[in-house]
C-alpha cells in the first residue's frame, strides 16, 4: 500500500469547519432565488441548489469585485443549444501571465451531477473570501486556480446526465475512445469535451480534478484493466489517498478501471496528454441516508473544503512539475508549444477493418516576460510524456516508458514575431535554464522581422 504524503503545511483551522473566520464581511451575495441562511456553513451562505444564472451570476460578481484576484473565462466552444460555458482564474495578480502552476478543478460533467457544481463553485468563492488568511495568501502567491464549474451547461439546464446529442460527455474524450451508445458520433464530437481538452492544453496544469457524484472514491488513470499501471501510479495513488483521507475513512483511492472499466474519460486523455495529476472525486452520502441539498453539499463541504485544499498544495509543490527558467527581454512573450498523434481503442470501421484511429493534440502555453531584469521562472509539465496503451495498432498494455518529446519554446516580440526558437526537456521536479541571448539581442532591433 502506498502511503499518503503528509501535508506540506500544517493547516489545523481548515478542519474546524467549512469556513474560516475572518473579519472580511460578506464577499459573496447569495445566489440569486437560493435562500439565504445565516447559520449555513457554507461560503456563499446558500441552502439549495444554484440555477445557471445562479452561476453564472456569482463567477461574474466574484470577478467584478475582486479584479486583482479573479478573471472570467470564456471557453471557446459553445455547446450545441447555443450556451457559453465560463469559467474564472483565481491567483494573486491574477491577470499577469507569470507561470505559477496550475490546479485545475471543474464540475457536472453530467448535468444530473448538481452537487458536483456547488462544491466547484463554493471552493472558488471560499479561496477569495478567504485570500487574505496566511495560509490560502500562500497559496494563491504560488499558484493559480482553474474554476469550471458547470462543464456540461445544457445537460445540467436540462437536469439530464447527458448532453443535448445524449451522449456521455465523459465518455468523449478521444484516447481510447470506443463507439459506445452514449459515447457520442466519434472522438472529441462534443463541445464540452473539446473545452476541457483546449483548458488543459493551453494551461501548465500539474493537478486537473473532475468532480462527481454519487459514489464514495477518488479515482486516477487507466481506465481500463488491459491498459496496465499508469507510469506515474505512485504519484496519482499518493494524491488520490490524500484527497480520500480528506473526505472521510469511507472513501477509497483506486485506478478508475477497478471501480469499473469504461473509456474515453477526461482523466486518462489529461494525464497521458500532459502528465499533470488527473483524478475523478466521487462524493456520496453513506447508504441508506437521503440524497439532499443537506446531505450532498452542506454535510460534505466543510470535507471536500480540505481535500481541494490537498490538491491545491499538490500543484504548487515543485517536486510535482518542472520549471523553465532564464532571462528574456522584458514585455517578450515566451511560447511552449508540442503536438503528438495519439489513438483510440481499436473498433469497427467502414471499411469492415476494426483498427484505432488517430487524432492530434497539441498543447500551447505563453507566458509575459514582465520583470525590468527578464528573469522568470515557468512551472511546465515534464516534457517527458507517459506512454499510453493506445497505440496505431492496437493497445499495447502495461506501458513504462516515456517519450522523449522537448518541448519547443519560443521567444517572440508581442505581435508575435518569432526571434529564438530552442528546444526544452526537463523532467519531473527538474529545473532547467535556458539561453535566450539571440530573443535579447533582437527584440529591439527594427532589422529584424
Not at 460578481?61 to 471557453?75: G, M, N, R, S
Not at 458547470?150 to 447527458?162: E, H, L, M, T, Y
Request: charged letters at 20%; aromatic letters at 8%.
Amino acid at each position: 500500500m502506498i502511503e499518503a504524503r503528509p501535508s506540506r503545511w500544517r493547516h489545523r483551522l481548515l478542519a474546524a469547519g467549512a469556513a474560516l473566520t475572518l473579519s472580511l464581511g460578506a464577499a459573496v451575495a447569495p445566489a440569486t432565488g437560493a435562500l439565504a441562511n445565516p447559520k449555513s456553513t457554507l461560503p456563499s451562505g446558500n441552502t439549495d441548489y444554484r440555477t445557471l444564472a445562479d452561476y453564472e451570476n456569482d463567477m461574474a460578481e466574484l470577478a467584478a469585485q475582486h479584479p486583482t484576484l479573479v478573471k472570467p473565462i470564456t471557453l471557446p466552444y459553445k455547446t450545441t443549444s447555443g450556451r457559453t460555458v465560463r469559467g474564472i482564474e483565481i491567483s494573486k495578480n491574477v491577470r499577469a501571465n507569470d507561470g505559477k502552476p496550475v490546479f485545475v478543478d471543474v464540475g457536472m460533467h453530467h448535468g444530473n451531477e448538481w452537487p458536483s457544481g456547488e462544491m466547484t463553485m463554493e471552493f472558488a468563492i471560499d479561496l477569495v473570501k478567504n485570500s487574505r488568511n496566511p495560509y490560502v495568501s500562500k497559496l494563491l502567491d504560488r499558484a493559480r486556480v482553474v474554476i469550471v464549474p458547470v462543464v456540461n451547461v445544457d445537460g445540467f439546464a436540462r437536469n439530464r446526465r447527458q448532453t443535448d446529442t445524449n451522449t456521455d460527455m465523459n465518455r468523449n474524450y478521444g484516447l481510447g475512445w470506443l463507439p459506445l451508445s452514449s459515447a457520442g458520433a466519434a472522438p472529441w464530437s462534443e463541445p464540452e469535451s473539446r473545452n476541457i481538452a483546449w483548458l488543459l492544453s493551453t494551461r501548465q496544469a500539474t493537478v486537473f480534478n473532475t468532480q462527481h457524484t454519487c459514489i464514495q472514491v477518488v479515482l486516477y488513470p487507466p481506465l481500463q484493466l488491459a491498459a496496465g499501471p499508469a507510469q506515474d501510479t505512485e504519484r496519482l495513488h499518493r494524491l488520490a489517498s490524500a484527497v480520500a483521507a480528506k473526505y472521510g475513512p469511507t472513501y477509497r483511492a483506486l485506478p478508475s478501471a477497478e471501480d469499473y472499466e469504461t473509456t474515453g474519460e477526461a482523466i486518462d486523455w489529461a494525464y497521458y496528454a500532459t502528465r499533470g495529476l488527473s483524478i475523478t472525486s466521487e462524493t456520496c452520502p453513506d447508504p441508506g441516508v437521503a440524497r439532499t441539498f443537506q446531505t450532498q453539499v452542506l454535510d460534505t463541504y466543510a470535507a471536500h473544503r480540505s481535500a481541494m485544499f490537498e490538491a491545491l498544495e499538490t500543484a504548487a509543490d515543485p517536486r510535482e512539475h518542472a520549471v523553465i527558467e532564464g532571462k528574456a527581454p522584458k514585455d517578450a512573450v515566451l511560447r511552449l508549444t508540442k503536438s503528438f498523434d495519439m489513438y483510440t481503442s481499436p473498433y469497427a470501421q467502414p471499411d469492415g477493418s476494426v483498427r484505432p484511429t488517430s487524432f492530434t493534440t497539441t498543447l500551447s502555453s505563453d507566458l509575459d516576460v514582465e520583470r525590468s531584469n527578464g528573469k522568470f521562472r515557468w512551472a511546465v509539465n515534464p516534457s517527458y510524456r507517459p506512454i499510453p496503451a493506445y497505440q496505431a495498432d492496437g493497445v499495447r498494455g502495461n506501458q513504462t516508458g516515456f517519450y522523449t518529446e522537448p518541448w519547443i519554446l519560443t521567444c517572440e516580440r508581442p505581435d508575435g514575431t518569432v526571434l529564438q526558437t530552442t528546444r526544452v526537456n526537463v523532467d519531473l521536479g527538474k529545473r532547467v535554464e535556458v539561453d535566450l541571448k539571440q530573443c535579447k539581442r533582437d527584440f529591439h532591433r527594427k532589422d529584424v522581422r
